[in-house]
């Protein structure tokens, strides 16, 4: 629905405004939009950044600490390497001229303990320091226009990335892979997943809503037969990858701006009963997880309307859902087991708040929670400070958000964790 300006690279702004307009004019939340929140209870930690922050968090100990940093792009021109204090680690945050829609990534290009920081900038370049900010040899590499897309990382040996017209595959010098790079129609504001012989990613066309794709290679860059395919209106979701009829070969599974959900094979048809319409237009990416522990997948996912889907994998609604939250949801959930054995599903809002739910839809206690500002970024759920409770982080249009200790972390062996974007620091979108 949304008409992209190729010279304008503050898109979502754009939509935030828009978004407001309506919500002004529907007489909703005027409250929010003349007092924005400055202040946050004692456990909620805030670093504000200069413009918007829509990249999504990770987590690892880089400095072997015991306690794990967080890295995290932003429109106001920085990728920042926080500790769980949100304080900068030396020689950061990184400059790039315009920021980052981005969500970075993390690759072993050498033989160091700890991995190299990868991510796309609004400048069209891909990036990659290592941890003590140093560049990593081959990088950056200059592409085209904007790069929205996050890179994918492909067995520690490749990096994947979408651009406007061309689909990239780099080796860890920072030399193209060989079949790569590939022709795509349209851009690429999605960001790749990858499982085994498999590399997917959508596309929208600019300045049009009615032309997006989807398409499926092989690592060898040869096209998977019946693909591309022509989705019914532009897509901004970034697939996700299950196994979804346990037929032993992953699904894609993605929305559009028609609105639907989509699963498809890896012969391009859709699995029964998909898609599914849900609401105005899903622009996020699907979680995938069991959360009612039903043994079958299901599928998590919000809608511009403000409405957070599950869907099992027959294309059955899952109980209890969906909720209804009245604000814009662009991110991805995040989903997480604690303790007591249940699920928590977290997802951030454009009316500037942060929501957590049980697994039968219903709102978990102290949620939601006011971040004073927009959010586009998709959470991270964590124990950053590993005292055994879990911590979220998320950014918003006022900066990046750091809540502690919210549940006890879950010890045993039951699966259910899509804890940030993409499902892993990888960013695969895969579910293993
Ligand atoms: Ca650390
Ligand atoms: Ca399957
Ligand atoms: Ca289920
Ligand atoms: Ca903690």
């Known amino acids: 629905m949304i008409i992209y300006d190729a010279g304008h690279p503050r898109v979502t702004r754009i939509k935030q405004i828009k978004k407001y307009f309506r919500i002004t004019l529907a007489g909703i939340a005027l409250l929010n939009l003349n007092c924005a929140q400055t202040s946050f209870p004692p456990h909620h930690l805030h670093r504000a950044t200069s413009a918007e922050t829509v990249s999504s968090p ?5 400095n072997h600490d015991g306690r794990k940093e967080i890295v995290i792009g932003s429109f106001d021109g920085n990728c920042y390497l926080l500790d769980d204090s949100l304080r900068d680690l030396p020689a950061w945050p990184k400059f790039s001229h315009n920021g980052f829609f981005s969500s970075p990534a993390l690759w072993h290009i050498d033989k160091s303990a700890t991995p190299e920081i990868f991510i796309g900038s609004d400048n069209g370049a891909l990036l990659g320091w290592h941890i003590d900010g140093s560049r990593a040899r081959g990088f950056p590499i200059t592409l085209e226009k904007q ?7 492909i067995a520690d040996s490749l990096i994947a990335i979408g651009g406007e017209g061309k689909m990239f595959v780099f080796n860890r010098n920072g030399n193209l892979a060989a079949g790569w790079p590939q022709e795509i129609r349209g851009w690429a504001s ?33 096209l998977y037969p019946n693909f591309p395919l022509h ?25 559009d701006d028609a609105g639907l959900l989509h699963a498809f094979r890896l012969e391009g048809n859709e699995l029964p009963n998909f898609p599914r319409l849900l609401g105005e237009a899903v622009q996020a990416s699907p979680a995938i997880a069991d959360i009612n522990d039903d043994g079958m997948l299901d599928l998590i996912i919000g809608t511009t309307d403000g409405a957070l889907h599950a869907w099992n994998a027959l294309g059955d609604c899952v109980l209890g859902w969906p909720a209804r939250i009245g604000g814009e949801i662009n991110g991805s959930a995040a989903l997480a087991r604690i303790a007591n054995g249940e699920a928590r599903i977290i997802v951030g809002a454009g009316n ?11 709102i978990a206690k102290g949620f939601p929670m006011d971040c004073g500002d927009a959010i586009f970024s998709s959470p991270l759920v964590d124990d950053l400070d590993h005292n055994g409770m879990l911590d979220i982080v998320v950014g918003a249009n006022n900066g990046i958000h750091l809540i502690k200790d919210q549940w006890p972390v879950y010890q045993g062996e039951r699966k259910t964790a899509w804890p940030m974007f993409r499902h892993n620091a990888q960013r695969t979108g895969a579910l293993e």
Do not use: C, N
């Open 58 to 62: 990770l987590a690892f100990d880089f």
């Open 147 to 153: 790069i929205w897309s996050s890179p994918a990382i």
């Open 190 to 222: 999605a960001s790749p997943a990858w499982h085994e012989d498999l590399l997917v990613i959508a596309t929208l066309t600019r300045g049009e809503t009615s032309r997006g794709y989807l398409y499926a290679w092989h690592l060898s860059g040869a």
């Open 231 to 255: 989705l019914e209106m532009d897509s901004d979701s970034s697939p996700s990858l299950a196994d979804l009829d346990r037929d032993g070969q992953v699904e894609i599974v993605l929305g």
């Open 352 to 362: 500037h708040r942060l929501y957590a739910f049980h697994s039968d839809g219903k």
